[in-house]
C-alpha cells in the first residue's frame, strides 16, 4: 500500500501547459497506485504528499491525508497533480497537468519516475543528474483572498462554503483542533498537520483578523 500524504494542491507551480491531451493509458486506480508503490521504493522516498487540485479528486482526501476514490469525474481545467518526497536523490518535486484527467497524469509521474531510475540502471550518470531539473524549491505560498480562505477551511473540514462563510471563526477552531499536531508520535502524520495548521493559519488571518493595538497615549 502507498503510503503518501494527499492534500489539496492551491496554486499551480509555474507555467501551465497549453494544449493538454487524453490519457494514452486505460489503468485502473490501483494499478496507479501500485506504480507509484513500487518506483518510490527503489528510490527509498519518505515524506511522500501528492498534491491534488481537481475539485472532484480533492473530495477524496480524508481527514489523515489517506485517500479513498470516491468519484470518476474530473474537471479538465484542473488537472495539475504535484508529486513531492524526499529521498537519497535529494528533495524531489514533480508536477505534470498535461493530460485532462488527475489520475491519468498521476500515472505519468509515475512512469516518469521509472523512466528515470532507468537511466542509472544503464550508467549513463554518476551524480544522480537526471533528478537535478526535479529539485524541490522551497518558495512562500501567498496569502489567500477571503474566497480562497473560505475554499480552504471548507475543504479542509469537508463542510458547506456557505456555513463556513457565516461563521467562519467556529470553523477555523474546528480545524485547528483537527489538525493540532501535539501528541501525534508519526513524524510524517506530524509533519502534514504541521502543514495544514500552516493553510489554516493563513485562512484565519483574513478570516478572523485581530482587531489593531490601540495607540498609546
Known amino acids: 500500500m502507498l503510503k503518501a500524504h494527499f492534500a489539496r494542491l492551491d496554486s499551480w507551480p509555474g507555467p501551465r501547459t ?5 490519457g494514452q493509458w486505460k489503468a485502473s486506480w490501483l494499478q496507479v ?3 507509484l508503490e513500487y518506483e518510490l521504493g527503489r528510490l527509498d522516498a519518505t515524506d511522500i504528499v501528492i498534491q491534488i487540485e481537481d475539485p472532484e479528486g480533492i473530495k477524496g482526501i480524508r481527514n489523515d491525508g489517506s485517500y ?4 470518476q469525474y474530473h474537471f479538465p481545467d484542473k488537472p495539475g497533480v504535484v508529486l513531492t518526497f524526499e529521498s537519497p536523490k ?3 518535486s514533480m508536477p505534470c497537468d498535461r493530460y485532462f484527467d488527475w489520475k491519468n ?3 505519468a509521474i509515475g512512469l516518469a519516475l521509472k523512466a528515470l531510475r532507468a537511466v542509472d540502471r544503464y550508467g549513463v550518470t554518476r551524480g544522480n543528474e537526471q533528478y537535478k531539473g526535479w529539485a524541490r524549491l522551497e518558495a512562500p505560498s501567498p496569502e489567500p483572498d477571503r474566497e480562497g480562505a473560505i475554499e480552504t477551511i471548507a475543504s479542509i473540514l469537508n463542510a458547506p462554503r456557505d456555513a463556513v462563510a457565516q461563521n467562519p471563526a467556529a470553523f477555523v477552531k474546528e480545524a485547528r483542533i483537527r ?3 501535539d501528541g501525534v508520535t508519526d513524524e510524517q502524520t506530524k509533519k502534514y498537520r504541521h502543514e495544514m495548521t500552516v493553510l489554516i493559519e493563513k485562512a484565519e488571518r483574513v478570516l478572523c483578523p485581530k482587531p489593531p493595538k490601540p495607540a498609546h497615549a
Open 18 to 22: 497549453e494544449t493538454r491531451e487524453e
Open 33 to 35: 497506485l501500485d506504480l
Open 68 to 71: 479513498r476514490m470516491v468519484t
Open 90 to 92: 535529494g528533495s524531489i
Open 105 to 107: 497524469n498521476l500515472r
Open 179 to 181: 489538525y493540532h499536531p
